[in-house]
């Protein structure tokens, strides 16, 4: 299996509060993704990286930011958490865009 | 971006029982995975597979660029099996998987 973790697995967090999600993958992957699973959503991706430095907007990108400052690690924030940000957030990490990708294990982030 | 669609979306079986799952998509793609989701909430990678057909036990998988699809073939079922499978594909320029909206298994004993 892929090395990726994420931290934290569980997080609560009240309403305009920022949040930081970490993602971490010792497999020397060049491209890495968030994504986030909603009900009846499957999977739809936040922002991706392509490289240290490099990231691009996905399709679900407003209200979240990210950083890439090490190839191994892959940071989400979102500025000001809402209600509608409660989801299951998963990273990702693949050699290429068109290589097979690993996800990490998910974060469960409740906004209240 | 692609559209990837998954049927049946429900599928409950008995014990032992086969099935195939199936993952259209309406762009040529370059890439195509199979993932199980399983009650934990892990994305479990089953298969790498832009085309032909791959085996792993008793699962198998085949994907037929040219026509657009994929199967997932799972033989004598366990409840193990359960869980939702996804399959994803980016499309053409794209450099992300799009995912599918999954299909959810049960697998009753």
């Known amino acids: 299996d892929a090395g990726i973790t994420q931290s934290p697995r569980h997080k609560v967090t009240e309403t305009g509060t920022p949040v930081t999600l970490r993602c971490h993958q010792t497999e020397n992957h060049r491209y890495m993704y968030w994504y986030r699973q909603d009900p009846g959503h499957g999977l739809r991706l936040i922002h991706y990286s392509y490289g240290v430095k490099d990231t691009d907007k996905g399709e679900v990108s407003d209200g979240y930011s990210v950083s890439r400052s090490k190839t191994e690690d892959f940071l989400l924030t979102l500025e000001s958490a809402t209600s509608s940000q409660t989801s299951v957030y998963f990273c990702?990490?693949?050699?290429?865009?068109?290589?097979?990708?690993?996800f990490g294990q998910g974060t469960r982030l409740t906004v209240v | 971006g692609i559209q990837v669609e998954q049927s049946p979306p429900d599928l409950i079986l008995q014990e032992g029982a086969n099935s195939t799952l199936r993952c259209n998509f309406s762009d040529s793609v370059n890439n195509l995975q199979w993932f199980h989701q399983n009650p934990w909430g892990q994305l479990i990678n089953l298969f790498y597979i832009p085309s032909g057909t791959k085996q792993n036990g008793r699962l198998s998988a085949t994907t037929v660029a040219t026509e657009r699809y994929s199967l997932l073939y799972i033989s004598s079922s366990q409840t193990t099996d359960s869980g939702v499978y996804f399959c994803a594909a980016p499309g053409t320029g794209a450099n992300n998987l799009f995912f599918g909206t999954g299909t959810r298994l049960t697998v009753i004993p």
């Open positions: 990702a990490s693949g050699l290429s865009m068109n290589t097979e990708a690993f």
